[in-house]
């Protein structure tokens, strides 16, 4: 009697064990954050060429006291204020940067909208910062160096006015 007993027992635990592998567990609702390297610019539409940074994807809200009499302070949203951003490539790519700043400098201001999109490895879009309202306002040429083969690096300092997180 006490062999049925130990025989039904491990058969049942034999079942119960191979239930539990089969089962699986739900996925992982969690998701692996992007790399930085897998970006591209476009203004009005255009990729822009190879960029080897892109920095300012900021905005930040101006914070304004206000006292009470019960001697607290009362803080409320102020302005927003976005950028500016700051975009690094190499100077071999072609003069719509440069160009676009000349207009700014001979008072033709031309606004533009843009996008910062980001890629996954392997190569589809998952998320894009838009720009909008944005103009150069300053253009920094590479830094010249005889003792050193690096790439030279142009610079422009791109101001904007507002811009949203799509894919987020």
Not at 15 to 26: G, I, K
Not at 47 to 70: A, N, Q, W, Y
Not at 75 to 90: D, K, N, S
């Amino acid at each position: 009697m006490k062999d049925k007993v130990a025989s039904m027992i491990a058969a049942l635990l034999v079942v119960v064990l191979l239930v539990a592998l089969t089962v699986q567990a739900p996925a992982d609702p969690r998701k692996n954050p992007f790399t930085i390297q897998n970006f591209r610019v476009e203004i009005d539409g255009v990729v822009m060429g190879s960029f080897k940074e892109v920095s300012g994807l900021r905005c930040e809200t101006e914070v304004i006291e206000s006292p009470h009499p019960d001697k607290t302070i009362h803080l409320t949203p102020g302005p927003t204020r976005c950028g500016p951003l700051i975009l690094r490539r190499g100077l071999s790519e072609g003069p719509e940067l440069w160009n676009w700043y000349q207009e700014v400098v001979n008072g033709n201001v031309e606004r533009k909208s843009g996008s910062i999109i980001m890629y996954d490895g392997k190569g589809v879009e998952k998320m894009r910062y838009n720009f909008f309202e944005a103009w150069p306002a300053k253009w920094t040429g590479p830094t010249l160096d005889a003792g050193k083969s690096e790439i030279a690096i142009e610079e422009v300092l791109v101001v904007f006015e507002h811009g949203d997180w799509v894919g987020r």
